[in-house]
């Protein structure tokens, strides 16, 4: 066991240093691809799941192996579903105009059923030569296989040009660690795997295909959520089934699979909740909040090493979790729905180290490996969230951000200048004249659904010869990369977006700056006024244009809830309607 517990904590902690170096190279533009694809491989936690559905442990064991089946399965479809939905539109220019073949997809499908078929075949002469010990060797390579194809579809997300490739191969790979799974030696019974798979392929099936991409990250974080049930349900059906007779190593595992799996699995669903507008997305503060959430923290860890001395302390053991419930809870309520993002990051990586310690208490190294790239990621993706938004992750967690939210511009507007409005066919004219024009999308566009609008206004631009460029700001939007998945779903190709670093130097040359839906990453305070909360968050230096054009449709503030000193500059003029309605009377206008 204890040689066992070594192999797999050095593996845990090598799969995070290769998940860091994978992770690191993936671009933003597929940030949101990353999350969901890490979401479908942390869905490994099927074939823990289903060697306890299908071994015949007690009737409770097979129920929660029955249900984590399900919700495995439902991240595994759904996600790697929508992920190839949302590479597949990633475009160049060039690719754009070509008819992509089916080929690809057949030759992928021709080897899927080929390494199916072989693992069958192995574990079928492993079963005629009377061994469970064959069989357990057929598993054990399909999963080294499968470890290697999950490191090549990351890997593969470091450029838009082979990530869909790359994620055919994690999805083969995953196909082979639940077949290779199907001949564990303990499994007796088929019927409650069937029913498992079939209920999560149909669930995740209509998720990953029916999802509207602005609802990617209320799926993500339900997602989690299963994912994260799953862990919980296998660690409590484990301490059961041992009637709390374990060694310290086993019983830390589980300890921590329930207890983070636990919390995860609350948190998120408030997440999702929060992000699909069915809770109010304020933050929800009172007073000691931090002191009792501590408290309960303290709580569950003194349980934990209460039943890591005594692990038949069974009363113990199920406070722990129903606490773990409470404090995922209880952690999410003080924040904002627009800090949802980050916490969602957060809590893909807390699935990722539940599904982990699943992996340490089921001794199945995939799981390790899967836990730790998944952890990795989110942990990642979150300091990525932070540092662009020039705030810390205890802010975010602890910081109650978007309490306040000013329905107009504040006080500290007066005297700051005079705000121009302009109709469409006024900018119709402005556009006349232009040689160069970028476009900067925000949170308002996705609101407005004004992808179309705008991919469609670029074409007319682009027609009159005009030269077109996106800028996309690490953080616009709600989510990482939230503006590269609208634009590809409008057809934009990918090497028309800039990111902030290479657009900046260009700003000073635009005649036309058309900002839709965006604010807070176009505010010039970030850069000038310390006393604004923006102060020294990297922005998208719109100012610098000579003309600038803003679509949005009040002079509200954005997510910081902060007044923006760009309305005020003199060359810049807004469209005051919803982005859609405008940039429909724009092309009106340009028509004419
Ligand atoms: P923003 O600052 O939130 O501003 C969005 C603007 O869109 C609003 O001012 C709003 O003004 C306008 N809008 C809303 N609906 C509209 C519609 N139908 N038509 C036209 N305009 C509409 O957005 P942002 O500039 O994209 O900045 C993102 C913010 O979110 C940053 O502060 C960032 O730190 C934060 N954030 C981002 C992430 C991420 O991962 N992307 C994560 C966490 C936090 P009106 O109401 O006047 O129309």
């Known amino acids: 066991m204890t040689t066992e517990l070594e192999v797999g904590l050095y593996i845990f902690i090598l799969a995070g240093f290769l998940g860091y170096h994978l992770i690191t190279r993936v671009p933003p533009l597929l940030h949101t691809p990353l999350m969901s694809a890490t979401n479908a491989m942390s869905g490994i936690s099927l074939v823990g799941s289903l060697v306890v559905a299908g071994s015949g442990y007690g009737t409770l064991s097979t129920l929660f192996g029955f249900i984590a089946v399900a919700c495995s399965t439902t991240n595994v479809v759904g996600g790697f579903l929508i992920t190839d939905r949302m590479l597949s539109m990633f475009r160049t220019r060039e690719a754009a105009s070509k008819v992509t073949s089916g080929s690809r997809r057949a030759l992928m499908a021709i080897l899927a059923l080929a390494a199916v078929l072989g693992i069958v075949w192995a574990a079928a002469q492993g079963r005629s030569h009377g061994g469970g010990a064959d069989l357990t060797h057929v598993m054990r390579y399909a999963y ?231 952890g990795t990621s989110g942990f990642l993706l979150s300091i990525i969230m932070c540092r662009a938004m020039n705030r810390s992750a205890m802010n975010v967690i602890f910081g109650a951000f978007g309490k306040v939210e000013p329905e107009e511009a504040r006080p500290e507007a007066e005297g700051k200048g005079t705000v121009r409005s302009i109709q469409a066919d006024e900018t119709a004219v402005l556009f006349d004249s232009a040689q160069s024009v970028i476009i900067v999308p925000g949170y308002g566009m996705a609101v407005a659904q004004a992808q179309h609008g705008v991919s469609e206004l670029a074409k007319i631009l682009m027609k009159r010869g005009i030269d077109v460029k996106y800028a996309i700001h690490p953080v616009a939007g709600r989510m990482p990369g939230h503006m590269n998945v609208l634009l590809a779903e409008a057809n934009v190709p990918y090497d028309q977006l800039y990111e902030m670093e290479q657009i900046n130097p260009y700003f000073a040359e635009a005649d036309v700056a058309l900002v839709v839906g965006a604010n807070d990453v176009t505010n010039p305070a970030a850069r000038s006024n310390k006393s604004s909360p923006l102060y020294g968050m990297p922005i998208l230096e719109v100012d610098r244009a000579k003309s600038i054009i803003v679509l949005k449709r009040s002079m509200r503030p954005g997510f910081a809830g902060v007044d923006n000193d760009l309305y005020y500059n003199e060359k810049c003029m807004m469209l005051f309607g919803d982005a859609k309605d405008s940039l429909t009377k724009l092309f009106a206008a340009l028509r004419s």
């Not at 059906?237 to 921590?256: D, K, N, P, Q, W």
């Not at 799996?261 to 997440?271: E, I, P, Q, R």
């Not at 699909?276 to 304020?282: C, I, R, V």
């Open 144 to 374: 080294i296989v499968s470890a290697m194809l999950f490191i090549l579809g990351l890997k593969g997300l470091s450029s838009p040009r082979y990530a869909r490739r790359g994620m055919f191969l994690a999805e083969f790979g995953m196909l082979m660690a639940v077949v290779g799974t199907l001949f564990h030696h303990e499994i007796m019974d088929y019927r409650w795997i069937a029913a498992g798979l079939l209920a999560g392929s149909l669930v995740g099936g209509s998720m990953g295909l029916f999802v509207p991409m602005t609802a990617v990250p209320q799926r993500t974080a339900l997602s989690h959520s299963l994912g994260a049930l799953a862990a919980t349900l296998i660690g409590v059906s484990e301490y059961y089934r041992h009637h709390g007779e374990l060694g310290r190593v086993l019983m830390t595992a589980i300890g921590f699979e329930v207890m983070i799996g636990g919390l995860t699995f609350t948190g998120s669903l408030m997440a999702a909740g929060k992000l699909q507008e069915l809770l109010p997305g304020s933050p929800i503060t009172y007073k000691g909040q931090n002191a009792s959430n501590i408290t309960l923290l303290g709580i569950m860890v003194l349980c934990l090493v209460t039943l890591i001395v005594m692990p038949s302390a069974a009363p113990f053991f199920y406070v722990m979790v129903g606490l773990a419930l409470l404090f995922g809870f209880l952690l999410v309520i003080p924040i904002g729905a627009a800090d949802m993002p980050v916490v969602i990051s957060l809590l893909n990586s807390y699935a990722g180290l539940a599904d982990a310690a699943m992996g340490f208490v089921l001794m199945n190294k995939i799981q390790i490996i899967t836990g730790s790239l998944d």
